[in-house]
């Protein structure tokens, strides 16, 4: 009790003693009536009883609440927040492009050197950017980037018809090979035609939009000391099959794509499956070859047929001797073979009048195509001897002497 008041005749008056513990400063039970009531205002705050006033700020019943608090343990104490969904791979193009594009990254591609030999299963051709190869036998091809490409990039591989009359069409195989057990390995799609070897994170796809066959697996970086990655591929199907490729030519397009499927390099070159690829390539080169009369294929660098035919030329051109004589037309002399002897003196008598004529008219002496006596003497002579053994005979003419 405490008594209040002073002296005399004051009266007393009894109070009861206030309760000391809430005034407590170093209290244990202080401390928690004060979180309590300040976690009790807290949740009054945030909370939204009313569920007319949660309609109108667009939030269903199964709406998740957690939307509303910050989120424990930011270290910024923002609202939290869902992550943004991830950016989805760009429109397949309905007709691929076959251009050759470096990138940023230097994007390559370089293949084994391997000759004509019959034996060979697998060889290429830089003058033709060609790559010839038997049904399901491995083509190394090596991948090279002068910069390292960012993590998750991929590398694809798709196959397109090379002509513009079938590039529409999806390259597909032929059913035969399709149903054929002997091929199946358990993991490609058997209506595939390119796939990888020993390489378990391959992936097939097949595109929703233009239904285009595409395998990728992850780009790798080299190994020490090396300055490319190796990936294996399998051509599933030869190209003469009926009811696949039907001898239409098709290209193979290598691209490195990024994580969500953005370009950053792309690659072409023609590929041929076939039962003798040594025996092809020859063939191929030898009929180029022919298409440029006297000159030799380089055999520098990949390039595409184009560029390589214009490759050619330019080096070729400047192999030539430049000390050739520039002959006028007039003076220029030919050799024509003829297959038998009917042939031969037939044309040798329109050619014996076109000389008489042009004698008579007078024609100077450098314009004409006679022949030196002792020449004529032999070849009338010939005429009337033994038949050559090969049957043919040369028309000759040569220019005067002088």
Known sequence: MVRLGGGGGAQRQDLPAPSSAPFLSHSTGERRTQEDSTTQDCQGLFSLPDPDLSLALGLSDSADPSLLLPQAGGSDGGWGLPDPAPEPPPTSATVPSTEDYAGEHGFELA????????????????????????????????????????????????????????????????????????????????????????????HYYDDENTKRQSVTVPYETPQLGSDCTTVLYNFMCNSSCMGGMNRRPILAIITLEGRHGQLLGRRCFEVRVCACPGRDRRTEEENFCKKLPGRVLSGAGPLKAGKAKRALQATMETAENPKKLVVSSEKEVFLLEVQGRKRYMMLKEINDALEMAAAKQGEPESHRNAMPSRLLKSRKESADGVLPRSGKKLLVKEEDSE
């Not at 960012?150 to 079938?166: D, F, L, W």
């Not at 999806?170 to 090979?177: D, E, F, G, S």
């Open 111 to 202: 293949f084994q050197q391997s000759g004509t030999a019959k034996s060979v299963t697998c060889t290429y051709s830089p003058e033709l950017n060609k790559l010839y190869c038997q049904l399901a036998k491995t083509c190394p091809v090596q991948i090279r980037t002068a910069s390292q490409p960012p993590p998750g990039a991929v590398i694809r591989a798709t196959a397109v018809y090379k002509k513009s009359e079938h590039v529409a069409e999806v390259v597909r195989r032929c059913p035969h090979h399709e149903r054929c057990e002997e091929y199946r390995d358990g993991v490609a799609p058997a209506r595939h035609l390119i796939r990888i070897e020993g390489n378990q994170q391959a």
